[in-house]
């Protein structure tokens, strides 16, 4: 990694003029209140938004439509792969754990749209069950309740929240690079990468042992966190850098 490319990390900044580009940022299909209505509804955490828009990008919110679909991809610029739900254990062989909750709606769409980014080598940044998605999509396995490997719930979050844990990044790392060499994560998760999938590299881990942090060694940008940058105004910088990596995508594409 040149000294420019590691700049262009640390900053995200958007280099050029021209049209801000586009990201895609998968939501649930959730019961939702708002002023006479309660209703089926697209949603996500507004902070995902919230720091696509800072960091100079367009979000767009893709609801699990069934199967996502090549011509949705070609009108993104890059991906964040957002945190929820378990993956389900099916798709790497395993029988489900008694705490697994999935949603099965968001893993076929979610599955195929990052196999289509993959295709199109479209930036992708993915967070906690993002990473999930990613790691076994590669060909990865799960720990389905870490508690029963760690012997604790730290990285387990609070009903509605989030727990501070400390991560180290591995030096010469994109997550070094962007985050620095030590990260006050906030985490809220109990699965976490058990097999690492061969095309992946762990770039992060926790003090327990536990990867917080993947990305692939080659290629377009794609980085996974375990942790939670989007509620973090300093983390944000990850997002920054995938919007700096979208922005680029945006450009040769368009040339």
């Given at each position: 990694?040149?000294?420019?490319d590691?700049?262009g990390?640390?900053?995200g900044?958007?280099?050029?003029?021209?049209?801000?580009?586009?990201?895609?940022?998968p939501?649930?299909?959730?019961?939702?209140?708002?002023?006479?209505?309660?209703?089926?509804?697209?949603?996500?955490?507004?902070s995902y938004?919230?720091?696509?828009?800072?960091?100079g990008?367009?979000?767009?919110?893709?609801?699990p439509?069934g199967?996502?679909?090549?011509?949705?991809?070609a009108?993104?610029?890059?991906?964040?792969?957002?945190g929820?739900?378990?993956?389900a254990?099916?798709?790497?062989?395993?029988p489900?754990h008694?705490l697994?909750?999935t949603?099965p709606?968001?893993?076929?769409?979610?599955?195929?749209?990052?196999?289509?980014a993959?295709?199109?080598?479209?930036p992708?940044?993915?967070v906690c069950?993002?990473?999930q998605?990613?790691?076994?999509?590669?060909?990865?396995?799960?720990?389905q309740?870490?508690p029963d490997?760690?012997?604790?719930?730290?990285?387990s979050?609070?009903?509605?929240?989030?727990?501070?844990?400390?991560?180290?990044?591995?030096?010469?790392?994109?997550?070094?690079?962007?985050?620095?060499p030590q990260v006050?994560?906030?985490?809220?998760?109990h699965?976490?990468?058990?097999v690492?999938a061969?095309?992946?590299?762990?770039?992060?881990?926790?003090?327990?042992?536990?990867?917080?942090?993947?990305?692939?060694?080659?290629?377009?940008f794609?980085?996974?966190?375990?942790?939670?940058?989007?509620?973090?105004?300093v983390?944000?910088?990850l997002i920054g850098?995938?919007?700096?990596?979208?922005?680029?995508?945006?450009?040769e594409?368009?040339?």
């Amino acid at each position: 990694m040149d000294s420019n490319d590691s700049e262009g990390l640390r900053t995200g900044v958007v280099k050029n003029g021209g049209p801000r580009p586009v990201i895609g940022l998968p939501t649930y299909l959730e019961p939702a209140k708002f002023g006479s209505w309660h209703v089926d509804s697209a949603v996500l955490p507004a902070s995902y938004v919230q720091m696509v828009v800072a960091a100079g990008g367009i979000p767009v919110l893709l609801p699990p439509a069934g199967v996502a679909r090549p011509e949705l991809v070609a009108r993104l610029d890059g991906l964040v792969l957002t945190g929820g739900a378990d993956v389900a254990p099916a798709r790497y062989g395993a029988p489900e754990h008694a705490l697994t909750y999935t949603r099965p709606d968001r893993d076929e769409s979610e599955f195929e749209l990052f196999a289509l980014a993959r295709a199109a080598r479209l930036p992708v940044l993915a967070v906690c069950r993002g990473l999930q998605v990613v790691n076994v999509a590669l060909g990865g396995t799960l720990v389905q309740h870490l508690p029963d490997v760690v012997g604790h719930a730290e990285h387990s979050g609070t009903v509605g929240g989030f727990t501070v844990t400390e991560v180290v990044t591995v030096a010469g790392s994109k997550v070094a690079a962007i985050a620095g060499p030590q990260v006050k994560a906030n985490c809220h998760h109990h699965q976490a990468i058990d097999v690492l999938a061969a095309e992946l590299v762990a770039t992060a881990h926790a003090t327990d042992g536990t990867i917080e942090a993947a990305e692939t060694a080659d290629g377009p940008f794609l980085v996974g966190v375990q942790w939670h940058p989007e509620v973090d105004a300093v983390d944000r910088r990850l997002i920054g850098a995938l919007v700096a990596a979208a922005e680029d995508y945006r450009r040769e594409r368009m040339s």
